[in-house]
């Protein structure tokens, strides 16, 4: 009976299951024990369904049909004899290609060629001899056919061929490369990442211009047929690390993928912690630099982030501008940075637990301006600050969403008048108003949006925590809060370090020289730190 109940226990918390999540750690030369078996592949295709005819009229009346073209006149079918000889049609989709390209260095070169004689398939000829196109493949594959065709690509059929040309003319509209908005900095470059994947790409080689560069496209796994890069520097990014994003990658199996923030929700390995597991950021210079650390850029196509993997805890609170500073005000920019994540999280729940359960530990007037303050005002304390605390999250996101100069407007009605207006109705306290108020400043000394969010989940449970338990309360929340942080790992990296593990003395918490940067963290046990 006694053996039974600890099977039974045992059961229940997994105790006989071993240890299987990934860790990027420095156990031994080589990749990690956990890939050994395993081999680099590329995300698996669906099994071919249909091939390519030869008969021409056949593979055009396919498309009309696939592409609805009775009532779709997007579908261009440009039709024309090869050499004089041989029926050939052009597909491509209007608005998505561009159409000088089409007719420069395909119909044109395709009309103007007079009779000849080859022995090479049709397709060999035609993509060696005939058109003027940069990027070029040759397939039968009716699959890949129609998502070369939805994303702006050409494709050549023959008459009495097998294989098609697929040829990229890609020419839609897009947005010019802008200044960075979310990230601004004075010093440093301006340029952000645009909606454009090749425009994205482009702007992290102009930075990383080393050979051992490497993107890999491919496809994101959603019916969507959106296309991803995996940006690296082969031979210095972890192997080990390089396959576990490919496999997490290769399970995504979603119906539409529209930015990087529905990738991050797919591959993170903790999916309730409030904080984010992956950078994103819309600065190229950002991106460049975990590059060159060597982590991994994901660079996904429509939208303007680039996720940065894996992060630690002083990645997330560390700014694009902290690179470009000089040591002593670098300093003592990240000292204002850590006092404002002190006091955006533990202001809120340290007044609560002395005003609510430690009053001796105030003085005389600061005890009599909270009372003279509450006066007349019916909520209690602690639903009075909570309050408070959603109502600044209220306005912040109204602020965010409204277009414009309007949210600027809302943040001054907001904050000033209605926090005028409260007070004067008695339903808030000056005192509660000016603690919040000081919070709503530290938490924009956080550089991450998401970590913004995730310290204002923090917030409110704390002061959960400081109204039930006082100080004993907020400090059991606080141990238990970094002990889930500690535990808590980005793609094998603790979340804490270099401080928890501690891996190296260079850096800290005040930053680094730039004489340190000689080669990639320790952490990251890239591949040209092995012996």
Known sequence: MKRKWKERFSRLFDFDKPYSAYELLETESGSPPFFSDWQEESIPKRPQERSVSASLEENL??????????????????????????????????????????????????????????????????????????????????????????????????????????????????????????????????????????????????????????????????????????????????RGLLNEVKRRLSKIDADMIMSVGTINRYIEEHPLSPIPQTL?????????????????????????????????????????????????????????????????????????????????????????????????????LPLEMIFLLLVFQLVREAGIRVPGAMGQAVGIIGGLILGQAAVAANIVSTVALIIVALTGLGNFAVPDYSTQLALAYYRILLCLSAWIGGLLGVGCAVLVTLALLSAQKSFGVPFFTPFAPRTERKGGILGEDVRMHKRAADYMNTEEARP
Request: with cysteine; charged share 20%; net charge neutral.
């Open 280 to 380: 994103a950021t819309e600065r190229p210079d950002r991106a460049a630099a975990g590059i060159m650390q060597g982590k991994i850029v994901i660079i996904v196509e429509g939208s303007p982030q680039v996720t940065v993997l894996p992060v630690t805890a002083g990645t997330l609170l560390s700014s694009a501008e902290d690179a470009y500073l000089r040591r002593p005000i670098g300093v003592l920019v990240r000292l204002v940075r850590i006092f404002g994540i002190l006091v955006t999280t533990l202001m809120p729940a340290y007044f609560l637990a002395l005003a609510c359960h430690h009053q001796g530990m105030l003085s005389t007037e600061v005890l009599t301006t909270i009372i003279s303050s509450r006066t007349m005002v019916f909520l209690p």
């Open 61 to 238: 009346a396919l498309l009309k049909k696939e592409y609805r073209q009775d009532i779709n006149s997007d579908l261009i079918l440009r039709r024309m004899m090869f050499g004089g000889k041989i029926k050939a049609c052009v597909a491509f989709m209007n608005g998505m290609a561009d159409e000088n390209q089409v007719s420069d260095f395909i119909i044109r070169p395709a009309l103007r060629l007079e009779s000849f004689e080859t022995t090479t398939p049709l397709a060999v000829f035609a993509e060696q001899s005939v058109f003027c196109m940069q990027e070029t493949e040759r397939s039968s594959d009716w699959r890949l056919i129609e998502q070369a065709v939805s994303e702006g690509r050409s494709v050549v059929f023959f008459e009495g061929e097998t294989e098609t040309v697929i040829m990229d003319t890609r020419g839609f509209a897009s947005r010019s490369v802008p200044e960075a908005e979310n990230e601004a900095s004075v010093l440093g470059p301006h340029e952000a990442f645009t909606e454009n994947i090749r425009t994205n790409i482009t702007l992290v080689r102009r930075i990383v211009k080393t050979p051992d560069f490497v993107c890999e496209l491919r496809s994101a796994g959603a019916k969507n047929c959106v296309r991803l890069a995996i940006a690296y520097r082969e031979g210095v990014a972890n």
